[in-house]
Structure formats: C-alpha cells, structure tokens
C-alpha cells in the first residue's frame, strides 16, 4: 500500500468512527429527552384530575417500557447486522429513532383526543426503545471495527464519550426550550416539552444523510463476506460457544450499568431527596460529573491501548473505589445548601469514567466477528433493561433503610467487580486489537507482534 492510500485509508477510518459515534450521541439524546421533560408530558397525555404523582408514575412507565423493549429488539437487529452487515442496520435504527422523536414532538395531546393521546405516545417509545437496543451495541462494534489494531479502546472510549454527550445535549435541550415557551412564545406553552423532541427528530435526519456516506467495517467484509462466516442462528452459538465471554460482558456490563444509574442518573433526584439541594442545584452537579466523566475518557482509552485491558480495568476499579470512598465520608456531613456539593463527585466521576470507557470496546473484542454484534447486544441490552429499569427504586429503597451512604456502597460493587473483571480478562479470548488471542491460541495476526505488543494485552 503506498503512503497516499495507506493516509487515504486512515483519513476514511477516522470519518467512519466520528459518523458512528455521531449517531449514538444522538440516539442517547432522543431516548433521556423524555426524563428532563418527563413532568410536562405527563400534564399533556394523562387526565388533569389525576393526582401529580399518578400523572408521573404514568409517564414513568411509558418510559420503562421503552426499556423493557430493549433486550428483544436490539437481539434481532444485532442478528440481522451480524447477517447482512453494520451498515444497513446502523441506518435503519437511526432513521427508526429519528421518526419516532419526530412525531412525539407533533403529538395532539390528552385534551385534543382523549386516551388515544397516552396510547400513540406509548407505541412511539416502543419504537425508540427497539432503535436504541440496536444502535448503542452496532456503535460500538462499528467502531472497534473500524480502529487500528493499537487504537480499539481508545476508538471505544471516543465512542462512550461522544454518546455521553447525549445526555448533556438532552438537558440543555430542555432547558432552553423552556425558556423559549416561557419568554419568546408564551401563547404556545406545549414547546416547552414538544420542542427537544422536534430538534431531535431533525437532528436524526441529518444524521441519516451523513451516515449514507459511512463505509461497511473491514473485518464484516473479509470475515464475514469474503470468507463466508455466516452463522444460522448467532444467538444460539453466542451463547453456546462462547459463553465465557458472554459472562466477562455480563460482568462488566453490571458495572457499568450501577455506576451510570447512580452517579449519572440517580444523583440528581439523590441531592434533592435525601440532601435537601434544589433541582437547578442537583442538575448542575449532575452536568458537571457527566461532563468530568467524558473528559477522562480518552485518557482511560489511551492507558488500556498502551497499557493492556488488565490494567486499564484494574487501575479503573481501584480508582473509584478511592474516590467513591472519599464521597462516602464526606456527602452525609455536607450542611444543607453547600456549594460543595455542586463539585464533590467530580473526582468519582473522573475515574468512573474508565469503567465507562472500557466497555465499547472490551466488549466488542471478546467475540468473533461473525457473531460480534449479536455477542455485544445479548449481555448488554438484557442487562442494561433489567438492572437499569429498577436500580432508581431499588436505591430509593436503599437510601431510606440504609441511610445517606446507600449510593456509594452500590457503586463499590461495581468496583469490586471491575477489578474482577481485569483479572477475568486474561482468560477470555481477545479477536481484535494488538495481541489478538482467539480460543485455541494465538491468532497469526498476534504471532507477528513483538513480545511487548502481546504483552500490552494482559
């Protein structure tokens, strides 16, 4: 390959992760959308003579729903993409999510038709729920698959860094629209919750075209289409043979899921709850921790491509075990309306930012190529649906009968299970990135690295 190929090649790979990791960000944002203005749509599809709690436990459930849908959906579009390649599908969930957004945001409302209003309301996110369980898996096995072999986790990493930025763009999103329905269209109040929807719908389309231009993975094409590894059934040899990875994916999976619930979701509705804080107070703390998150991602990226996964997920672990230690001596005696508060978990977030970054791409190099999307979605799409659609509650329930502390001992589970887990990684078969080891040994790729290449992998 000349130079002028070989940085033609590389300029295309680079596009290719930008445009994959563009469509995350904003599937992300169409799904959480719906909580920041979560109190406003229930006003617009339920009764007025319900009670506000009932309104929002409605609303609430409508979203859970989305969630519930998840593991089935994303099963089937990851065994299609695994069948007729990554791109077709990556379009199909992004286009699906788009127009589901789109028509929630042109919804008549409760008054305007009555209990059809709630129904239509509930179809849409079961279409967003089946787009996201797609798209979230092919991310992140689009782009692994389109990494050099010395930047997978670092490819993952941007990947989970630019789809966090989803939940940043969903609050600002909401706020804004606020202020427009409050200062510049006070005649038409329902843009305070249709607007995000309609922004996220045609922010969708844009995303359509670009990912027109998005080129089919590499290893699909050699693997998978040239050789003609086509398996029949990817679910059942996902699970039959390779259960061993699928268990390493549940592990990391969990963790992932009890930090994100409880330090990027939970934490918000934690600081007004239990801690007395006001809600623009606990959005703005929320904010910073996510965007502190995103910022150390690259940088745990670029430790596990130098480093090896081992110690990446190890170093991770023992970071925010630190660190969610020092929130646990310090959160239940901050006095009420202290502006620390706004700061203290930026250092846990920081960290737990590495047990984010791993995932995307650890996850996708466990499995083969034939099966890798399927292998991706199974574990995560079952684990995030279950454990994320009542970890909220159960650490409500926690905080109430263990005390203020409750938060903090769930995320150190999910470190004590990462650290686990960089051990487990050293047993489990490694199909992409520098000193590849397949089941069986070595793989030729692997063989042609230097010893210190192969050793970056354990």
């Not at 680079?14 to 979560?38: H, K, M, P, Q, T």
């Not at 929630?104 to 787009?131: E, F, K, M, N």
């Not at 109040?189 to 027109?212: D, E, H, K, Q, T």
């Not at 996708?364 to 909220?392: C, M």
Request: proline share 6%.
């Amino acid at each position: 390959m000349t130079r002028s190929s070989s940085a033609e090649a590389e300029r295309r790979a680079r596009r290719n992760i930008r445009l994959g990791s563009l469509g995350a960000a904003l599937e992300y944002y169409d799904f959480v959308v719906y909580l920041y203005v979560a109190t406003l749509i229930g006003q617009a599809f339920f009764p007025a003579d319900l009670s506000p709690t009932m309104r929002l436990l409605q609303t609430l459930g409508v979203y859970s729903i989305g969630l519930l849908i998840r593991p089935v959906a994303g099963i089937l579009i990851a065994r299609v993409a695994d069948r007729v390649g990554r791109k077709r599908m990556f379009i199909l969930t992004v286009a699906v999510m788009s127009v589901a957004t789109l028509l929630i945001g042109l919804l008549p409302t409760y008054d305007h038709i009555g209990w059809p209003a709630p129904v239509l309301l509930l179809l849409l996110r079961v279409a967003q729920g089946c787009a996201v369980g797609g798209e979230l898996p092919a991310a992140a096995v689009f782009v692994t698959e389109h990494a050099r072999p010395d930047g997978v986790a670092r490819a993952g990493a941007f990947q989970q860094m630019t789809a966090y930025s989803g939940f940043l763009l969903g609050a600002g999103a909401a706020f804004v629209a606020g202020l427009v329905a409050t200062h510049l269209t006070p005649d038409l109040p329902s843009l305070a919750w249709r607007l995000p929807f309609l922004v996220g719908g045609l922010l969708g389309v844009v995303s359509i075209y670009l990912r027109r231009r998005i080129d089919e993975t590499p290893a699909f094409v050699s693997e998978t289409v040239e050789e003609g590894r086509r398996p029949a059934a990817p679910v059942r040899e996902v699970l039959g043979r390779h259960r061993r990875s699928v268990l390493f994916a549940v592990l990391l999976v969990v963790a992932l899921t009890l930090v994100n619930i409880t330090y990027f979701n939970f934490w918000a509705i934690y600081l007004q709850t239990a801690l007395g804080y006001t809600p623009t107070t606990a959005l703005i703390a929320s904010l910073i921790s996510i965007a502190g998150a995103m910022a150390s991602m690259p940088a745990w990226g670029y430790v596990a491509d130098r480093y090896g996964w081992s110690r990446m997920l190890f170093w991770a672990g023992v970071s925010t075990a630190a660190t969610t230690v020092l929130l646990l001596m310090v959160v239940p005696t901050l006095p009420p309306g202290s502006e620390l508060a706004v700061w203290i978990q930026l250092p846990a977030a920081l960290t737990a930012g590495g047990i984010a970054a791993a995932v995307p791409g650890m996850v996708s190099v466990v499995f083969p190529t034939e099966v890798r999307q399927t292998g991706y979605s199974v574990p995560y799409n079952i684990v995030v649906a279950v454990l994320g659609g009542f970890l909220n509650l159960i650490l409500v329930w926690l905080v109430a009968s263990v005390g203020l502390g409750a938060p903090m001992y769930v995320v150190l589970v999910a470190c004590i299970l990462t650290i686990v887990a960089s051990f487990a990684v050293l047993r489990v078969p490694i199909h992409l990135g520098r000193g590849a080891r397949p089941v069986g040994g070595f793989s030729t790729a692997a063989v042609a690295t230097t010893a210190g290449d192969a050793a970056v992998t354990g």
